[in-house]
């Protein structure tokens, strides 16, 4: 897991007035910083290289807030690095709102909660993004789902990290 950045200062405005408050705009800039946390050079020699997959928001943050963040993020990456994007998760039950909630009940609540499309090939390699790293259940969550599908994930690379040491 690599994170382009700690979550404070300029990131983390950045970051909350993309997702939050609608700025758009910031997809750019802050997918250029997402694309410095993710290493392809590996798999510039093989035909078939990694595929980004965002996080997914949940239907009530992504209608309130009226657009899917990670998805957005994942295409601003996705155009930097020359790398298809393909929102293989989705949420199979509702999870409650992650802010205030401990490591523990983190990863309680989201246990078992997402669903990942099988990959066209089976083993086909994926690389997880999202916006924060705070405990990294949500995260955890989605590469088992996408390791249950049948994807290998490859990587996982987040904007920004709220702890430096993870």
């Known amino acids: 897991m690599v994170a382009a950045s700690h979550y404070g200062g300029a990131v983390r405005t950045a970051i909350v007035h993309h997702k939050e408050q609608g700025q758009l705009a910031l997809s750019a800039p802050l997918g250029r910083l997402l694309a410095a946390a993710i290493s392809v050079d590996e798999w510039s020699a093989t035909p078939v290289g ?6 997914p928001s949940t239907r009530a943050a992504s209608r309130s807030r009226g657009h899917d963040h990670a998805r957005r993020l994942a295409r601003a990456v996705g155009a930097v690095r020359s790398m298809p994007v393909e929102p293989s998760l989705r949420w199979g039950r509702a999870v409650k709102d992650q802010a205030g ?9 989201v246990r078992g909660a997402m669903v990942a499309a099988e990959p066209a ?8 993004v ?10 955890d969550e989605g590469a088992r789902s996408l390791l249950s599908a049948g994807w290998r994930v490859v990587g996982v690379s987040v904007v920004a ?3 430096a040491r993870r």
């Open 50 to 55: 990694p595929v980004l997959i965002p996080v």
């Open 101 to 109: 909630l401990s490591a523990r009940m983190r990863r309680e609540n």
């Open 121 to 128: 090939i089976p083993g086909s390699p994926a690389w997880l």
């Open 130 to 139: 999202d916006d924060v790293l705070t405990t990294g259940a949500t995260l």
């Open 161 to 163: 990290a709220v702890d």
